[in-house]
Structures are given as C-alpha cells and as structure tokens.
C-alpha cells in the first residue's frame, strides 16, 4: 500500500527565515502531489498543486518541488511568520488507487516572532 | 472560490444515539464528497466516497451500517453515525470536488470539519 511520510515533528523556525518541509512516498507513482494547510480545529485549505511531469511550482512564498526519482517533494515556505504558523498536509492521488487522495501525517510549523 | 459548509462544527451526544453531520456544497455542484475522519495528531483517513444519486463506496476498515452516508442532491451529503459510542468521538471532515474541476487535478475543498463527542 502507499505511504506518505512526512516529519512528525514539530519545525520551529525564526520570522523571516526559510521553513522546509518534506514529503516521501514509497510505491506507486503519483498523477499529482498537493500541499495543504490545516489550523487547529479546522479543515485542511489547498495550497499548491504540482503534476508528476513538473520539477517546480510557486506561489508567493510558497515553492513545491518534485523529485520523481527520490519519490520525494520539498515545500517551502520563504519570508516565514508567524501567521504561517499551522500544520502542513501533503497528499497524493494516485490514479491506480482510483484517483483518491491519500495524506500524509502532516508536520506542524511555528514560526517565532 | 468553492465553498463548503459543515455543520454542525461541534456536537456532545451519550452513547447509543445517532448523530447527524451535514456537507453542503455552496456555490459549486459536487457529484462527489469525500468523508474523512482525523485523530487527535494524526492524518486524515479516508472513510468514504459519497456518491451523488449512488451508493457511497466505503474503505476497508469502515462499516456501512455504523457511517450511513446519504448523498441526495449535488450539493448535499450527509453522515450519519449510528448509536455512537465514546470510540467513534472524533473530527469529522468532509471534502468535495466541483464538478467542473480543477483543470481535473482533483483539487479537494473541505469543510471546517465537526467534532463529535460521545459520552
């Protein structure tokens, strides 16, 4: 079966310095790998989505890569505060799953002023 | 952007009696929903796929009979959980694609997820 590991523990980063989160997968090739963040007691909100065929992707502050090889991607979150404070989701679909959406445990980011 | 609403965000019922949850697309038509379930801590787990006009499909693991899911109309669906006991506390999410698609990348909009505890 697919497994989405991401690191459990906590990232405490300082305002203004560069978070990095990671995202492996073992088994199946995903279609498409998506970040998602989730605030406490809320329901997870999309961010970035990347296809298998892309290396790349940004938004604002937020940069996504994708690895294929390593079966890995790498979130990034530049200029960090503390609003970005939150969970970080990642999810694959994989098409040979029947297109469902399967996430990874998540990683909590805080940012310190 | 799609909008989901989730209600209710919060409910206490004893043990043995039936809870309610309730998805409701917005401004978007969803032919399908998407239920999760998440500990404390952990990730979401998929329960089911909630199926417009249809019967949802239920991951392994998930009884039908305890998570009734009705799906009636393209902007509702609902789960049900029957005679709940104090293990089936949880947060509940419920996650919906527009039927238009997101260039059909599978992009999930979810509620703001219902927290049931079960005394």
């Known amino acids: 079966s697919q497994k989405i590991e991401q690191n459990s523990e906590a990232l405490n980063i300082q305002e203004g310095k560069t978070a990095t989160l990671t995202c492996n997968y073992t088994?199946?090739?995903?279609?498409?790998l998506q970040w998602y963040r989730q605030d406490p007691g809320r329901g997870p909100v999309f961010l970035l989505l990347?296809?298998?065929?892309?290396k790349e992707k940004r938004k604002e502050r937020l940069k996504v890569t994708f690895d294929t090889t390593l079966k890995q991607s790498l979130f990034h979150i530049t200029a960090s505060q503390p609003a970005d404070s939150a969970t970080y989701l990642c999810a694959l679909l994989i098409k040979a799953a029947g297109n469902k959406l399967t996430f990874g445990g998540g990683t909590r980011v805080l940012v310190k002023p | 952007g799609a909008v989901v609403s989730q209600h209710p965000s919060w409910v206490i019922c004893k043990s043995g009696t039936s809870v309610k949850i309730e998805c409701r697309s917005l401004?978007?038509?969803?032919?399908?929903m998407f239920w999760y379930r998440q500990f404390p801590k952990q990730s979401l787990m998929l329960m089911a796929t909630?199926?417009?006009?249809?019967?949802?499909?239920?991951e392994q693991g998930v009884e039908k009979d305890k998570f009734l899911i009705n799906h009636a109309s393209l902007t509702l669906s609902t789960l049900t959980v029957t005679s709940a006991h104090p293990e089936d506390s949880s947060f509940y999410i419920c996650s919906a694609r527009d039927r238009q698609g997101n260039s059909g990348a599978n992009v999930l909009t979810f509620g703001a997820g219902s927290r049931l505890t079960v005394l």
């Open positions: 909630s199926n417009e006009g249809s019967k949802a499909t239920y």
């Open positions: 401004d978007f038509q969803a032919t399908t």
């Open positions: 990347i296809r298998e065929n892309e």
């Open positions: 088994n199946y090739s995903p279609a498409y």
